[in-house]
């Protein structure tokens, strides 16, 4: 629209298209998941207007003003553009306009509830909460384990119903089913086995236990038959994955009915039920058993788990700005069932938080009770995130999660990277890090100083360009003081040094010094120290560390 808007749309890290508005937009609805229109809102609506069909196909859309002050969620809330308008007001630094009556009321949406497929009279059911009478939550037995938002986990409400079941029922008027996937269906199949004739199979063990085929999460089977064309199309069908195992993985698994004959041609004595079984997890117990189809060439079993595989993120947020911040790790926070972590970490990744999660802070100090925390819930079938900030594997949870997994009977973890504090601040600086460098912290805390000093010494002698994690604090005065003198016995007193306090924040400061000119009272508990090589040189105000190209 004008130049301050193009200005504007370069600052986000999605797809550019510059030009006529209403042109752009026709020409991207067909495909987009979301847009971001930069421009006034009522040129947005104008836009969007002639191509809005269903809420449930339509892309997400958002929109900017010119000057980046809002950033306004126009239609699809639920559907995206909530996340989105707070995710742009992150890069911008603007204030995200939400005006979805279930997020101003601080409640969780139905329709975006994570592991559930919703149908039934949500519409009723949400109008009457948000008229002060919340629904009775009715949970079939069986599905006790998967995790509703805490302000589901109530026994008795006044006003619809919401039903946790993964049964196909009727459903009146003011009730509402969320359908967990807790379903897997195991199948075994010959070769050219008839697809017609397997599916008809699994349609006949849904319908006999009275099962909705919403509520399947996977087609599982042996790895032998991954790419078998029946067994592709049934997943494809149900659109759901296609897991598939060793065969000596599902030949542990105890089966009812299990072949010496199937044992004998693909080293398992169960594929269907064993299928089942494995992919529905450890206390997964078969629904349906064992059936062969009316042409003899395929098997299927259904077995249900009581709630869903948990899964720990431990995420590093980076320096703490979203500039900075990865895809992998936003997504991480935004999906999980509970957030946890150091207060402050927490807070800086506010923007991702919803209603729907259970927040956790703790105080510093108390890591190892977070960790154990993070794993418990974990276990209990929850997708948690442990926040850190900069990266989790450099002096942060990752280590102890790792130390503490196997006597919380190691459940699923994924460690997702962030941009640690010494990559934040070599960025300001310039490229201190372009040759060999060394991270040392200066905590004792859990690391006595002997051990400490001996590795400055190691650094120093090694001519290694070092940044100094947690290098003061008002009660650790000394150990500063005492790393820079070790360090000033080997190179010259005019070698670069610089302290950066709150790197990637708002609050940001740079000193750019030399080894002798660091005044260690300058430094703080949020700063950090980096100190050059016998090669390091400033280049105006960048710190290089050259790496010999022009040697």
């Known amino acids: 629209m004008t130049e301050a808007g193009a200005g504007l749309a370069r600052r986000l890290p999605y797809e550019h298209r510059a030009g006529a508005v209403l042109e752009s937009v026709r020409q991207e609805w067909p495909a987009a998941d979301a847009l971001v229109v930069v421009g006034a809102t009522g040129v947005a609506v104008r836009a969007i207007a002639p191509l809005l069909s269903d809420k449930r196909a339509d892309p997400a859309v958002v929109s900017v003003d010119d000057a980046g002050r809002f ?62 009478h919340p629904p009775t939550v009715e949970v079939e037995e069986g599905l006790e384990g998967w995790p509703l938002p805490r302000a589901l986990c109530r026994l008795e409400g006044t006003g619809g119903k919401v039903i946790v079941s993964d049964a196909d029922r009727f459903l009146g008027g003011g009730e509402a089913v969320l359908r967990p996937p807790s379903l897997v269906i195991g199948v075994g199949a010959s070769r050219g086995a008839d697809p017609a004739a397997l599916a008809e199979l699994a349609t006949a063990a849904l319908t006999a236990t009275g099962r909705h085929p919403a509520a399947v999460a996977a087609i599982a089977t042996v790895d032998l038959k991954a790419s078998e064309p029946a067994v592709v199309a049934l997943a494809e069908s149900l659109g759901v994955p296609l897991v598939t195992f060793p065969a000596a993985v599902l030949a542990n698994r105890p089966v009812p009915n299990p072949s010496p004959v199937v044992e004998r041609s693909v080293g398992t004595p169960s594929v269907a039920e064993a299928a089942a079984l494995v992919g529905a997890g450890p206390a997964a117990f078969l629904l349906s058993e064992k059936a062969v189809s009316q042409t003899g060439d395929s098997t299927l079993a259904l077995a249900r788990r009581s709630g869903p595989a948990g899964h720990l993120a431990v995420v590093g947020l980076g320096p703490g700005e979203p500039a900075q911040r990865t895809p992998e790790a936003t997504a991480a926070v935004r999906h999980a069932d509970a957030v946890i972590g150091y207060g402050a970490y927490v807070d800086l990744a506010g923007d991702l938080l919803s209603p729907r999660q259970e927040v956790v802070r703790s105080p ?54 962030g941009v640690t504090a010494a990559l934040a601040a070599a960025a300001v600086l310039g490229a201190p890090l372009g040759h060999d460098h060394a991270a040392v912290s200066l905590s004792d805390l859990l690391t006595p100083w002997e051990v400490i000093e001996s590795r400055v010494r190691a650094a120093a002698a090694g001519d290694f360009v070092v940044s100094l994690y947690n290098p003061r604090s008002q009660r650790r005065t000394h150990q500063l003081q005492k790393a820079l003198k070790i360090l000033a016995g080997s190179r010259p007193p005019s070698t670069p040094a610089a302290v950066l306090t709150d790197v990637g924040r708002p609050g940001q400061s740079v000193l750019r010094l030399t080894l002798s000119t660091l005044d260690p009272s300058e430094v703080g508990m949020l700063s950090l120290v980096v100190v050059g090589s016998s090669r390091t040189r400033w280049i105006g105000s960048r710190m290089v560390t050259p790496r010999g190209y022009l040697a």
């Open 364 to 417: 510093i100090g108390a890591e190892a009770d977070r960790v154990q925390e993070a794993l418990a819930r974990a276990g209990r079938g929850e997708r948690v995130a442990l926040v850190c900030s900069g990266d989790p594997g450099v002096y942060a949870m990752a280590s102890l999660v790792f130390e503490l997994a196997p006597a919380a009977g190691n459940p699923p973890v994924s460690v997702v990277p």
């Open 71 to 132: 950033v306004v969620a126009l239609t699809g809330g639920h559907s995206g553009a909530n996340d989105l308008a707070r995710e742009v007001a992150g890069w911008l630094g603007a204030q995200a306009v939400v005006s979805t009556a279930m997020d101003l009321a601080d409640l969780p949406a139905l329709d975006t509830l994570p592991g559930f497929r919703v149908d039934g009279d949500v519409a009723s059911v949400t109008r009457e909460w948000l008229d002060g």
